[in-house]
Structures are given as structure tokens and as C-alpha cells.
């Protein structure tokens, strides 16, 4: 497993995370296979929501019922929460904020997060009442490092021009099928090209400007809510073809083709997983260190549909 430095802070993460949006109806059992599998394959990284589960901090608790950590193995891991998404509106008031991570804390049984990210972008954000939330957290010793999720750069650059502490990760949607924010850039200055159109308003060059860490969610799916691309022969023939080919060159299975096509990306990405399936941890986890070639990432990246102009 790849480990990368957060950079601004002191944490050396997997460039793959556990996501564990989808463990609420899990039984205690299941969720400690689930984890113990992803970290012997080398994964230190747990991403968790206030809104997981369906109802508020469901899938938090799950976990902190369900996991015990040591003072020692708590430091060797990475927790982090979401915050900012409530029904029919977002809010990053420092109310908000502050009581969110107090309840994620309890649920999780832990007594800080290394990291917590904003989730949605609140249009009426009032960016001094998030610095004055992000301050008391980490005064607190509650919260170590912020970032934020589906944020544009404009909406990073406005928060920093408050926030003291370094915003250094991004938590994007971003799979080989789902690919604006790369492919608009290898399109660029292409009138006639739909991949022209910056859809993802200089997400890519900003964050590795900036130094930030990108995370990508969502890996396997073709778009915000239309299934995987894995296997799909029916929609994705050529892409699951070039898959297969390079997955039987490498000895990996597929999914560790498809996260290999995001972490060889210079920019130097975690791949935040969805599934509960422990077997899925593992194909997926194999892919943290592929190294494919310039020449199989371009060929996977035209095999997906996207066009080089």
C-alpha cells in the first residue's frame, strides 16, 4: 500500500480509504472483518459522515460500537468526518459545526478527528464563523486538520482568506467514466468538444498548485447516480476489455485497474471506497501501487469514452 503525506499536516495516509457510508445495517462482526481486512491490506484511512446511515451520525456509531481501538492503534489510523449537509439545506454555522463533531466524537468513541471536512458548499457561508468554529475545534483538540468536499476553488480561496489553518483536502466525485475535472483540461481550447466545457472549474490544477490532497469518491461509478462501470459490457465493452487486459498483466483483479488509473495520477490521489464487501477491499486495495504506463492510462482514459483531441 501506497502511504501518502498529507501535506500541511503530519499524517502519512493510504492512498486508499475505507469509506463507511454504508455499514448502519451491519452487524458488529461484519463491520471488524470489513476493517480488519482493509488494514492488512495496508489501508489506515476511515472516511465517515454525520449523515451516513439515514439518520443522523448512524453509521458513526456502528463503527464506534463495533471498533475498539488502543491508545497506540488510534494513533496509527486516520478518522475523518463530514459536516455541513442537513435535510432540505446546508449549514456551516459555527453551531453547526462545533455540536456535529461533538456528536461525531461520542458516536465514534474517539476522542479527536484527524480530519474534518466540510461537505457540501453552503452559499450562505459567512466565512469568519467557520474560521471561529475551526479554531475552537482545534483548540479544543477535537479536530487536527480541515478540508473540505465538492468545493470549487473559488469557494477554497474564500474560505482561506478566513480560515488559519491549511484546507488540505478536497473530496471530489471522480472514477475513469466520471472524469470532468481531468478531462476538460486535455481538452481545452476545443470549441466543437462537450469535454471542453470546465465543468470542474480548475479543481485538478488548483488542489496540485496548492498542495492539496485530492479524494476521490465514488470510483467505480459512471456518474452521480447511474451504476458501475466494472463489468457493464452492455455500456462500457472497450473500457472493461482494455481492464481485463491490464488486470491479467498485472496479476490484479479489476478493480485494482480502476484505482490504478486514478493513483498514478502525478497529483497524487487517495481512492475513498464505498463497499462493504471485504473481498472488494482487498481487489480494490491491490491496485494502491500499479504502476501503469503513460501509454495504458491513455488508453484506459479513450477506452472510457473520453476523447483526445
Not at 483540461?185 to 492539496?212: C, P, Q, Y
Not at 487486459?245 to 481512492?271: C, F, G, K, N, S
Not at 500499479?290 to 476523447?307: D, I
Request: net charge negative.
Amino acid at each position: 500500500m501506497k502511504i501518502l503525506p498529507i501535506h500541511g499536516t503530519d499524517l502519512n495516509a493510504s492512498n486508499v480509504v475505507l469509506g463507511m457510508m454504508r455499514i448502519a445495517q451491519l452487524r458488529d462482526e461484519e463491520i471488524r472483518t470489513l476493517v480488519a481486512v482493509a488494514r492488512d491490506n495496508g489501508v489506515n484511512s476511515f472516511d465517515h459522515a454525520d449523515i451516513y446511515g439515514g439518520q443522523r451520525h448512524a453509521c458513526e456509531q456502528r463503527f464506534g460500537d463495533a471498533i475498539s481501538f488502543g491508545p497506540a492503534e488510534r494513533e496509527s489510523v486516520l478518522i475523518q468526518s463530514k459536516v455541513g449537509i442537513r435535510p432540505g439545506l446546508y449549514d456551516f454555522s459555527k453551531a453547526h459545526i462545533v455540536r456535529t463533531v461533538e456528536e461525531s466524537l461520542v458516536a465514534l468513541r474517539t476522542e479527536y478527528l484527524d480530519l474534518l471536512l466540510l461537505h457540501r458548499p453552503d452559499t450562505l457561508m459567512e466565512p469568519d464563523e467557520v474560521a471561529e468554529a475551526f479554531d475552537e475545534l482545534q483548540g479544543t483538540g477535537k479536530v487536527r486538520n480541515f478540508g473540505v468536499s465538492n468545493h470549487t476553488p473559488g469557494q477554497i480561496e474564500l474560505l482561506r482568506r478566513s480560515v488559519r489553518q491549511p484546507l488540505v483536502v478536497n473530496q471530489v466525485q471522480l472514477s475513469l467514466v466520471h472524469a470532468p475535472l481531468i478531462a476538460s483540461g486535455l481538452a481545452t481550447n476545443m470549441a466543437h468538444l462537450d469535454a471542453s466545457i470546465d465543468r470542474g472549474s480548475g479543481i485538478l490544477d488548483h488542489a496540485r498548485m496548492n498542495r492539496i490532497t485530492l479524494q476521490a469518491w465514488s470510483p467505480f461509478q459512471s456518474g452521480f447516480a447511474s451504476g458501475v462501470f466494472l463489468g457493464d459490457r452492455e455500456h462500457y465493452g472497450p473500457l472493461n476489455d482494455e481492464i481485463d487486459d491490464l488486470a491479467d498483466a498485472y496479476r490484479v483483479p479489476p478493480a485494482a485497474i480502476a484505482v490504478a488509473w486514478i493513483t498514478r495520477h502525478p497529483a497524487e490521489m487517495q481512492v475513498v471506497l464505498g463497499t462493504t464487501s471485504p473481498e472488494r477491499v482487498a481487489d480494490a486495495a491491490a491496485g494502491s501501487q500499479v504502476p501503469l504506463t503513460r501509454e495504458e492510462w491513455y488508453r484506459l482514459f479513450s477506452a472510457a469514452g473520453h476523447t483526445l483531441p
